[in-house]
Each structure stands twice: as C-alpha cells, then as structure tokens.
C-alpha cells in the first residue's frame, strides 16, 4: 500500500483498520495500573456493580484503538501531528474477550492557510465489538501533508 | 474528607490532585503495548525525532490522569457516571523523570431535567509538569448524585 496524502482524504471515505481482542487478565493489568475502580480490577466486585462483570477502563479501550491505528494508519499517511482528540463517548462497555475493530470516517478536510505543504483532516474513528456495538467514538484530528504543496 | 454531592460543585472553584512521576520504562513499556511509534519505545529513534527524545503517548498521560481522578476524587464524590470527555489536547510532551499534577476547574454545573437525583457537572481537568507547562487538558462530563433531590 503507497503512501496516502492529503489529496487522497475525501469527505465520507471510511476504512477499516484491523481487529484486537481483549483478556480479562489484561483488562484488570491495566486497571491496577491506570484505573483501579471495582468494576476494572475485581471480577467479584465488577460482579455486583450495575456492569453485571469486568469492564476495560475506558483509558484501556482508547489505547487499543490506538495500536490499531499505528499498526493499521500511522505508517501509511503522511501524517505531521495530531492537535487532539474531541467528543472522545464510550457507549458501550468492553468486556473480557471482546474482539474490536477500528472503523474510521473523513469528516472533513481543509487546507492549511498558514503553511502550504500541509491540511486538517478530521475523522471520526469508532471502534466496534463484535455484535457491532460502538464501545469508543471519536473525532480527531490529523495534520496531514500534501503530495504537491 | 467527607463525600461531595452536586450541591457541592460551583462553576470557577478549582482543586490540586496529587502528583505522579514518569520513567522512562514506563514510557517505553506503554508505548510497546499501545502505541509503538519510534519516539514513544526507542531511545535513539527518539533523540533523533522532532521531540529529541523520548516522550510519552498521549494515552498514557491521560492515563496517568486518570489515576489521580481515581486516587484522589472518586471515592470522594457522589459521582454516578461519566459520559464522555470532550476537547483533549496534549500542547507539550511528557518526558522521562517528569513529575506530574493534576489541576480540575468546575466549567459548568446544571441540574437534570429529566431526572431529579443528579446533575451534570463539567470540568477542565490539567495535568502539569514541574515547569507548569499544560502536557494534557480535557473537558470532562460527571452526572453526579444531589445531596437533597
């Protein structure tokens, strides 16, 4: 796959970047690190809670979604940097033994004013589990190098 | 400290939450597991990249965020569920040895018209470093339990 620019983002494109499962012992490691509520790091409290078991952190779910972009996009995009990340939702748990796949969206695409060689685009990634729930959303956004500046 | 209901929350009132430091091994660790971009997991790699050196996926500086909301606010508030977070930015890196704080700022606080028990409360959470430059901010979302309905 050649290199992708910023002529080649268009608005509703969509793409699908790879897949990744999830353990419980890699849900509660990473609670115990990060994010040490009941319901991330105690299958017998995660239990009783209103989750009705072990949920990942939503910190955990972005970080999965992120590998899937460096696996699946960073290296294929003349990609400068990212300014951020807006109207980051969780609507659905992720739950041991999940298996997520990353969707992503052109939602728009500009060019720089100030500096020729590069544009904005912005993408709404979602990543789904496997009975098509969207466990993550959000917008971000990319700075994105032109092919001819 | 006893537990802080909505009642509790006034729009301007900010709060200190505790520090945490950062290594080096830490960095790389994540960013093997989550986000292996060179100047995230390699030294060499990294001091020859735009940032000079190693730096910190930005996942896992709101991660270490989000331990100090975990040890220093949770349990502390009547807090019943976070719908998302909007407005996540990272403006400067974080680097081996930084040693983090982190600042909350009440947005806004408003009462649920459909359900009379909780009220939505708005922050901007900062983390700093030892120089005081911002490396994360968000607009975080808490629906947070009323003291009196």
Redesign the interface.
Known sequence: MSMRYFEDFAVGDTQDLGEATVSAAEIVA?GR?????PFHVDEERASASPFGGLIA????T???A??LV?DHY?SRVASLA?????????PTPVRPGDSLRLRTTILETRRSRTKPDRGLVRTRAELLNQHDQTVLSLVAMNLIRLRNP
Request: proline fraction near 8%; avoid cysteine; charged fraction near 20%.
């Open positions: 990473f690190q990060f994010d040490p509520q952190s939503g910190w955990h972005a970080s999965l992120m590998r460096v960073v990212s300014p951020g990340v807006d109207e980051l939702r969780w």
